[in-house]
């Protein structure tokens, strides 16, 4: 399978795009990023020197992925999200040896709008709601909204809510693939198929 990279996007030498990876209209993918296979970028996406980017990643127009950011297999980027890399910035002051590193973990999503706080992982399968500013760690599989985003429930790998309120049994059903969830304290796991 064939890269695909739109005669108006740049890819720098030493930028490494697996196989089938798509880069649209008006992107940039400096050297030395690491972009996996069938990921595709959006119009006017923006890759750092500095990124890790796995297999199957959706990175959606609008969206700059700042060095110290990994990406793992799987994960969404709507459109416009951001992705910071300095804490404190100010212009007068340089701070490139300061970067707080930023891990989304596997099959995680990241709404329209969503700004990630440098510094913080996303868990595993987790989703940011919209417009939500992420400024702490998240547990996988957890559903985040809000500014600051806090946890406002839990999701599945397929992306359908958990019914997993206080009180319940502490388990519950994906209701598109049936697979089962339990939540300990405040760690859900995907449980083994029987």
């Given at each position: 399978?064939?890269?695909?990279?739109?005669?108006?996007?740049?890819?720098?030498?030493?930028?490494?795009?697996?196989?089938?990876?798509?880069?649209?209209?008006?992107?940039?993918?400096?050297?030395?990023?690491?972009?996996?296979?069938?990921?595709?970028?959006?119009?006017?996406?923006?890759?750092?020197?500095?990124?890790?980017?796995?297999?199957?990643?959706k990175i959606q127009n609008n969206v700059s992925v700042?060095?110290?950011?990994?990406?793992?297999?799987?994960?969404?980027?709507?459109?416009?999200?951001?992705?910071?890399?300095?804490?404190?910035?100010?212009?007068?002051?340089?701070?490139?040896?300061?970067?707080?590193?930023?891990?989304?973990?596997?099959?995680?999503?990241?709404?329209?709008?969503?700004?990630?706080?440098?510094?913080?992982?996303?868990?595993?399968?987790?989703?940011?709601?919209?417009?939500?500013?992420?400024?702490?760690?998240?547990?996988?599989?957890?559903?985040?909204?809000g500014v600051p985003a806090r946890q406002i429930g839990?999701?599945?790998?397929?992306?359908?809510?958990?019914?997993?309120?206080?009180?319940?049994?502490?388990?519950?059903?994906?209701?598109?693939?049936?697979?089962?969830?339990?939540?300990?304290?405040?760690?859900?796991?995907?449980?083994?198929?029987?």
């Open positions: 399978m064939d890269n695909l990279v739109h005669a108006s996007a740049i890819v720098d030498a030493g930028a490494m795009l697996g196989e089938g990876t798509r880069v649209w209209h008006f992107s940039h993918v400096c050297g030395g990023a690491r972009i996996g296979d069938r990921c595709s970028l959006g119009q006017n996406v923006f890759i750092a020197s500095d990124v890790v980017i796995g297999h199957n990643v700042y060095d110290a950011v990994v990406l793992e297999d799987d994960v969404f980027c709507g459109p416009s999200m951001v992705f910071t890399n300095v804490h404190n910035p100010r212009a007068a002051v340089v701070r490139k040896h300061e970067y707080r590193r930023t891990l989304v973990r596997r099959g995680a999503s990241i709404g329209a709008n969503a700004t990630v706080v440098c510094g913080v992982t996303i868990g595993a399968y987790a989703m940011i709601g919209a417009g939500a500013v992420v400024t702490r760690d998240v547990p996988d599989f957890a559903l985040m909204a839990w999701i599945s790998r397929h992306g359908e809510r958990l019914d997993l309120r206080r009180g319940a049994d502490g388990r519950s059903r994906c209701p598109h693939t049936g697979d089962v969830y339990s939540v300990t304290g405040r760690v859900c796991t995907l449980q083994p198929a029987d």
